[in-house]
Protein backbone atom coordinates (compact mmCIF):
# COMPACT_ATOMS: atom_id res chain seq x y z
CA UNK A 1 0.00 0.00 0.00
CA UNK A 2 2.80 2.07 1.07
CA UNK A 3 4.64 1.69 -2.68
CA UNK A 4 1.03 2.48 -3.87
CA UNK A 5 0.92 5.92 -2.05
CA UNK A 6 4.40 6.74 -3.53
CA UNK A 7 3.77 5.94 -7.21
CA UNK A 8 -0.04 8.27 -6.81
CA UNK A 9 2.39 11.04 -5.48
CA UNK A 10 5.05 10.60 -8.05
CA UNK A 11 2.02 11.03 -10.53
CA UNK A 12 0.48 14.22 -8.85
CA UNK A 13 3.37 16.77 -7.30
CA UNK A 14 0.66 19.52 -6.00
CA UNK A 15 -1.27 16.84 -4.16
CA UNK A 16 2.40 15.57 -2.77
CA UNK A 17 3.27 19.18 -1.74
CA UNK A 18 0.44 19.98 -0.03
CA UNK A 19 0.15 16.19 1.75
CA UNK A 20 4.17 17.17 2.65
CA UNK A 21 2.79 20.44 4.67
CA UNK A 22 0.25 18.57 6.55
CA UNK A 23 3.05 15.97 7.54
CA UNK A 24 5.15 18.39 8.57
CA UNK A 25 2.84 18.58 11.69
CA UNK A 26 4.54 16.56 14.83
CA UNK A 27 2.50 13.84 15.40
CA UNK A 28 0.67 13.77 11.69
CA UNK A 29 1.54 10.88 9.33
CA UNK A 30 1.42 10.35 5.67
CA UNK A 31 -1.12 8.08 6.67
CA UNK A 32 -3.39 10.28 9.10
CA UNK A 33 -2.86 13.21 6.44
CA UNK A 34 -4.41 11.52 3.34
CA UNK A 35 -7.66 10.04 5.58
CA UNK A 36 -8.11 13.80 6.00
CA UNK A 37 -7.87 15.03 2.86
CA UNK A 38 -10.06 12.08 1.39
CA UNK A 39 -12.77 12.05 4.39
CA UNK A 40 -13.09 15.80 3.74
CA UNK A 41 -12.47 16.06 -0.35
CA UNK A 42 -9.68 18.10 0.12
CA UNK A 43 -11.33 20.81 1.77
CA UNK A 44 -13.30 21.76 -0.95
CA UNK A 45 -16.67 21.68 0.46
CA UNK A 46 -15.70 23.56 3.49
CA UNK A 47 -15.93 27.41 4.07
CA UNK A 48 -14.86 28.11 7.36
CA UNK A 49 -13.35 26.38 10.10
CA UNK A 50 -16.84 25.83 12.30
CA UNK A 51 -18.42 24.21 9.36
CA UNK A 52 -15.63 21.72 9.21
CA UNK A 53 -15.82 20.83 13.27
CA UNK A 54 -19.15 20.71 12.37
CA UNK A 55 -18.77 17.63 9.79
CA UNK A 56 -16.40 15.86 11.97
CA UNK A 57 -18.43 15.74 14.65
CA UNK A 58 -15.93 17.31 17.15
CA UNK A 59 -18.21 20.71 17.84
CA UNK A 60 -19.62 21.31 21.42
CA UNK A 61 -23.23 21.03 22.23
CA UNK A 62 -25.91 21.19 25.35
CA UNK A 63 -27.91 18.58 25.78
CA UNK A 64 -31.36 20.55 26.99
CA UNK A 65 -35.02 19.49 27.40
CA UNK A 66 -37.24 22.54 28.57
CA UNK A 67 -35.50 24.25 31.84
CA UNK A 68 -33.53 21.53 32.38
CA UNK A 69 -29.59 21.32 30.99
CA UNK A 70 -26.98 18.66 30.59
CA UNK A 71 -23.22 18.62 30.51
CA UNK A 72 -21.61 19.94 27.27
CA UNK A 73 -20.11 17.03 25.03
CA UNK A 74 -19.38 17.11 21.38
CA UNK A 75 -21.85 16.22 18.94
CA UNK A 76 -20.87 13.17 17.41
CA UNK A 77 -23.23 13.92 14.44
CA UNK A 78 -20.91 13.26 11.21
CA UNK A 79 -17.95 11.32 10.24
CA UNK A 80 -16.76 9.26 12.27
CA UNK A 81 -13.91 7.77 10.42
CA UNK A 82 -12.40 11.35 10.52
CA UNK A 83 -12.61 11.57 14.10
CA UNK A 84 -10.85 7.72 14.32
CA UNK A 85 -7.86 8.99 11.98
CA UNK A 86 -6.98 11.99 14.35
CA UNK A 87 -7.39 9.91 17.99
CA UNK A 88 -3.81 8.90 17.81
CA UNK A 89 -1.67 11.67 16.10
CA UNK A 90 -3.95 13.90 19.25
CA UNK A 91 -2.52 11.59 21.62
CA UNK A 92 0.94 11.47 19.96
CA UNK A 93 1.01 15.82 19.75
CA UNK A 94 -0.22 15.60 23.43
CA UNK A 95 2.65 13.65 24.68
CA UNK A 96 5.80 15.24 22.29
CA UNK A 97 4.46 18.50 20.54
CA UNK A 98 4.93 21.40 23.29
CA UNK A 99 2.69 23.45 21.44
CA UNK A 100 -0.56 21.26 22.14
CA UNK A 101 0.48 20.34 25.42
CA UNK A 102 0.49 24.27 26.41
CA UNK A 103 -2.57 24.96 24.81
CA UNK A 104 -4.16 22.93 27.55
CA UNK A 105 -2.24 24.56 30.49
CA UNK A 106 -3.75 28.48 30.16
CA UNK A 107 -7.27 26.68 30.59
CA UNK A 108 -8.90 27.55 33.90
CA UNK A 109 -9.73 23.96 34.20
CA UNK A 110 -7.31 22.18 32.06
CA UNK A 111 -8.90 19.01 30.90
CA UNK A 112 -7.55 15.52 31.64
CA UNK A 113 -8.18 12.63 30.40
CA UNK A 114 -9.76 12.04 26.81
CA UNK A 115 -11.71 16.15 26.79
CA UNK A 116 -7.90 16.99 26.18
CA UNK A 117 -7.69 14.56 23.34
CA UNK A 118 -11.04 15.72 21.94
CA UNK A 119 -9.85 19.72 22.20
CA UNK A 120 -6.29 18.65 20.47
CA UNK A 121 -8.03 16.40 18.01
CA UNK A 122 -10.28 19.92 17.03
CA UNK A 123 -6.99 22.18 16.97
CA UNK A 124 -5.42 19.60 14.80
CA UNK A 125 -8.12 19.10 12.16
CA UNK A 126 -8.09 23.23 12.31
CA UNK A 127 -4.54 23.41 11.97
CA UNK A 128 -4.74 20.57 9.17
CA UNK A 129 -6.89 22.75 7.23
CA UNK A 130 -5.21 26.17 7.74
CA UNK A 131 -2.35 24.49 6.21
CA UNK A 132 -4.14 23.51 3.34
CA UNK A 133 -5.83 26.20 2.52
CA UNK A 134 -3.04 28.56 3.25
CA UNK A 135 -0.33 26.11 1.27
CA UNK A 136 2.14 26.49 3.80
CA UNK A 137 4.59 24.23 5.96
CA UNK A 138 3.89 23.71 9.97
CA UNK A 139 6.04 27.08 11.54
CA UNK A 140 5.96 25.80 15.19
CA UNK A 141 6.67 29.59 16.16
CA UNK A 142 4.32 31.57 13.99
CA UNK A 143 1.98 33.70 15.88
CA UNK A 144 -0.71 35.67 14.16
CA UNK A 145 -0.53 38.76 15.62
CA UNK A 146 2.97 38.69 14.32
CA UNK A 147 2.39 38.45 11.27
CA UNK A 148 -0.42 41.00 11.57
CA UNK A 149 1.72 43.57 13.08
CA UNK A 150 4.50 43.07 9.99
CA UNK A 151 1.95 43.37 7.21
CA UNK A 152 0.88 47.32 8.91
CA UNK A 153 1.87 49.26 6.48
CA UNK A 154 4.76 52.29 8.35
CA UNK A 155 3.39 55.54 9.19
CA UNK A 156 5.11 58.40 7.75
Not at 57 to 64: I, N, P, S, T
Not at 84 to 89: D, H, K, V
Request: glycine share 6%; hydrophobic share 40%.
Amino acid sequence: MDQDLAALLKAEPELAGKLAHLNSVPGMGLTTAIVVVAETNGFSLVENERQLASYAGLDVVQRQSGLSAGATRISRRDNVRLRTALYLPAVSSLRFNPQQKSFLRPLARPPSGKPGVIAVMRKLLLLCYSLWKNDRPYDPLFHPAYVAEKEVAPTV
